[in-house]
């Protein structure tokens, strides 16, 4: 059943439109561009750390997959270029492998990822069915993670057939993991985004960081109802395609509920332009899922070269604004600027295509 499921996930992401209708809310804002950046382009540090980690760059692989043949090829080249570039990277969710142990290959990177910050994963409501502290640590200690992310899918859930509903009293448990396991937690959503109340709920029991999975992206309401067998679930799951809180808002929500918290930004972040908006927002690095999977079908050398367009393009946004570190992005301010017109639109196309309209 679970494999099933994980390669389902896969085939319906790669195949399926399942954007969330809703936009990342991004794309509203804008840097002030300045003409005199009085930097070396070259000298910019893109340079970050992340849970008492260094990256060269601000750029986490969100966790994806696991517990199939072709999880570990993708595991694999998504670490290779991990290892390569300096950046993060989470692995799917331990579960499949904590269950059937001959899976663990499928997630095992730490060979050709000896230097990076690699987080495990596992569902934070597992916790409430059966799971301990010590699931947490073996999970972490299969694949010589450093840290492990709690992923919370309230929605994905209540939309799945197989569906753990019970979400009472989990605040409890996730606060016993934070403090018996010996490496830092992070709680991340995937999708929905973290409000401020539960980034202050999260604070509280000790998570060390939070992912903030806003909506924008893929939406794992529009993924249930792809896989739905019950019909009931698919028209439910229709109810919820504009359902969420929109990236840029769950990381400005998570600073507020959260002053002092590392935010990761996700959910539909697909250029380094939409990177360093994150930054400027609060986050301290950007995690993206989509676009790392379409690459790593493919190949190390497409993943490696989806980084360099990405890092390359937050150097260029840094050096428009005038920011030589990370530091300084973080605090650069952002204009909200009405979106374009949707006639300009339908007449430039979104590619920036210019076609006449009705033609």
Same mark, same amino acid.
């Given at each position: ?23 990342? *809310? ?25 849970? *008492?980690?260094? @990256? ?12 199939? &043949? ?24 331990? %579960?499949?492998? @904590? ?24 569902? #934070? ?22 840290? =492990?992310? +709690? ?7 209540? =939309?799945?057939? &197989? ?38 709920? @999260? ?40 359902? *969420? ?7 400005? $929500?998570?600073?507020? *509920? ?6 990761? #930004?996700?959910?539909? +972040? ?17 995690? $993206? ?14 993943? +490696? ?6 890092? +390359? ?45 009705? %033609?």
């Amino acid at each position: 059943m679970h494999h099933r499921r994980k390669a389902d996930h896969i085939r319906i992401n790669l195949e399926e439109d399942v954007s969330s209708w809703l936009s990342t *809310g991004l794309e509203r804002l804008h840097f002030v561009h300045q003409a005199l950046p009085e930097l070396d382009l070259d000298a910019i540090d893109l340079g970050v750390t992340l849970l *008492g980690k260094r @990256l060269r760059a601000p750029l986490l692989i969100s966790s994806m997959t696991g517990g199939t &043949e072709e999880a570990r090829h993708i595991n694999r080249r998504l670490a290779e270029a991990a290892q390569a570039a300096g950046i993060a990277m989470g692995l799917g969710s331990a %579960r499949a492998a @904590l269950e059937d142990p001959s899976l663990a290959s499928t997630y095992q990177v730490r060979d050709l990822a000896p230097e990076i910050l690699l987080l495990a994963n596992l569902g #934070a409501v597992q916790l409430n069915y059966g799971y301990t502290v010590d699931h947490c640590r073996r999970a972490v200690e299969m694949v010589e993670a450093d840290g =492990l992310v +709690l992923h919370l899918n309230p929605l994905q859930e209540a =939309l799945q057939p &197989e569906g753990d509903r019970n979400w009472a009293n989990l605040l409890t448990k996730i606060e016993q993991v934070c403090r018996a396991l010996p490496v830092p937690v992070v709680a991340k959503e995937v999708g929905w985004g973290i409000s401020e109340r539960a980034a202050r709920q @999260l604070a509280e029991a000790g998570v060390a960081a939070i992912d903030v999975a806003g909506a924008g992206g893929t939406s794992w309401s529009q993924v249930e109802m792809h896989r739905a067998r019950d019909p009931l679930l698919a028209r439910v799951a229709t109810h919820f395609r504009d359902w *969420g809180i929109p990236t840029a808002e769950s990381i400005q $929500m998570v600073r507020r *509920g959260a002053p002092e918290m590392p935010i990761i #930004a996700s959910g539909g +972040l697909r250029t380094g332009v939409d990177v360093a908006k994150a930054i400027a927002l609060g986050a301290t690095a950007a995690g $993206m899922a989509g676009p790392f999977l379409r690459a790593a079908v493919h190949s190390t050398e497409a993943v +490696l070269e989806f980084i360099e367009e990405v890092t +390359l393009t937050l150097r260029v946004a840094m050096f428009g604004v005038g920011a030589a570190d990370i530091a300084s992005l973080q605090a650069t301010p952002l204009q909200e600027r009405l979106p374009i017109p949707s006639e300009a639109q339908a007449l430039w196309g979104r590619d920036g295509s210019h076609h006449e309209a009705g %033609r």
